[in-house]
């Protein structure tokens, strides 16, 4: 990846490859329309988790080793019998209809393209058939927010099922939407701006449940949310139905109901593939998960997005993976740690695997990339993150991503 880069003597097609920069840039291209930047960029309350995340990642650094013939590289994985690319997945993000007319469909063609997997979330801006389209031959996972109905759920899972999505990312976080102030002050709720329906519209529990037949597809929502306010103000039949419909979605997710362990058996149950729990935070919950049946977890704090002053996540990652619980069924092949939640660059992703994560998920920075030029935007950004992390495997002394994973003891050293 890195040659080809270096090669194309070409300008960065985004303007730049430094995910700060496309911060910047998103920002500056919704200046008169902030609500789905805000949307991307912000955190829960303070921001300070979302910027502890990134701390974390400075807590540990590498020791390069000199010497090594590290001509021949090979930066890929094998994740539930399924040989990948390199250690990284799409992170699940809802409502990409708002930062990018082509939505879900873009990302996940990016995706489906480089073979990273990609995952949908529960509510994307498409329905579960295009984004399966969408990805090609390349890896589908489904994140699920989990409705308060079990028959809903058992719908959802296996339409996704059907669809070609093989793994499962339960999200355990999100029972309720954090306090998000940025999101308040843009007066922005996409999900009431129905962008983030069509997992439900095409449901027939969820459809049947409205008194409505299930529509599997239809047109994409205006691209700039105040079209879709002056729409609905406007007494636009088509949209009022959507933004109410949008309305029960969120009330399915965030209605105050919290699950518990127990309700894990119906989850379980009713979904056959790897299952992972995505969320998890401490050795406790991971042992829990396992012995609930879950195939593994994703150490995740959402991006900060959540509970405002947890633990950062790659703090959270160390702890979990050097208990032995954990790290003897990750080496029987038993138990899996994903991991999320500030990853930027070739050396975070390094680390991670050092501390014991077997792939990582990249959640703002492709939302950048789409924002800005949506699936070439996406493909840019995740192609710098490879060739990142394909030099500084290089630059490290290491082979292959396994090898780190393998001498994890060798490769980092605490130093704040
Ligand atoms: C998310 N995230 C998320 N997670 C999930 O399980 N379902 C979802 O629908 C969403 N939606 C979502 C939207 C946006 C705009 C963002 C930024 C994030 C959380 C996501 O999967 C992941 O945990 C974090 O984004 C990872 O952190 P970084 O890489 O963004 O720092």
């Known amino acids: 990846y890195g040659g080809q880069i270096f090669r194309s003597r070409k ?40 910027v502890t995340n990134r701390k974390a990642f400075n807590r540990w650094k590498i020791v390069p080793r000199m010497l090594r013939d590290v001509t021949k590289r090979d930066i890929s994985v094998t994740l539930f019998d399924r040989k990948l690319p390199a250690p990284v997945a799409f992170s699940p993000v809802g409502a990409q209809g708002i930062f990018h007319e082509d939505g879900d469909l873009a990302s996940a063609r990016a995706a489906g393209k480089l073979g990273i997997p990609f995952s949908m979330s529960t509510v994307a801006s498409r329905s579960i058939g295009q984004v399966a389209e969408a990805c090609g031959t390349g890896p589908r996972w489904f994140q699920l927010y989990w409705p308060e109905s079990d028959e809903l759920t058992a719908s959802i899972l296996s339409r996704a099922e059907a669809a070609g999505f093989d793994v499962l990312l339960l999200t355990l976080d999100t029972m309720r939407v954090g306090w998000r102030p940025r999101d308040l002050n843009s007066a922005y709720v996409p999900m009431a701006h129905g962008y983030s329906a069509q997992v439900f519209t095409a449901d027939p529990v969820f459809m049947a449940k409205n008194n409505l037949p299930p529509t599997e597809e239809h047109a994409p929502f205006p691209y700039n949310p105040h079209e879709v306010d002056a729409a609905y103000l406007s007494g636009d039949p088509a949209i009022k139905q959507r933004v109410d419909l949008s309305l029960h979605v969120i009330s399915q997710m965030t209605n105050g109901v919290f699950r518990s362990w127990e309700d894990m058996a119906f989850v379980r149950k009713t979904w056959k593939g790897p299952l992972l729990l995505k969320g998890i935070q401490c050795v406790e919950d991971a042992i829990l998960a396992m012995e609930h049946g879950a195939n593994g977890i994703v150490v995740s704090n959402h991006g900060g997005r959540q509970l405002d002053g947890a633990i950062g996540s790659l703090t959270a990652l160390a702890r979990i993976c050097a208990d032995p619980r954990v790290r003897k069924a990750q080496q029987l092949g038993t138990f899996t740690v994903l991991f999320d939640s500030g990853v930027r660059s070739g050396s975070d992703i390094i680390k991670a695997i050092a501390l014991g994560a077997q792939t990582v998920l990249v959640g703002r920075p492709y939302v950048y990339g789409l924002a800005l030029g949506g699936e070439a935007g996406v493909d840019a950004v995740m192609r710098s993150i490879l060739a990142d992390l394909d030099i500084s495997l290089a630059l490290s002394g290491y082979k292959s991503i396994s090898e780190i994973w393998h001498k994890r003891d060798e490769v980092l050293v605490e130093d704040d």
């Open 11 to 50: 300008p960065p097609l985004l303007g730049s490859v430094v995910v700060d920069d496309l911060e910047a840039l998103m920002k500056e291209k919704f200046k008169d329309n902030p609500g789905p930047y805000n949307f991307v960029a912000g955190g829960a309350s303070t921001g300070v988790t979302q």
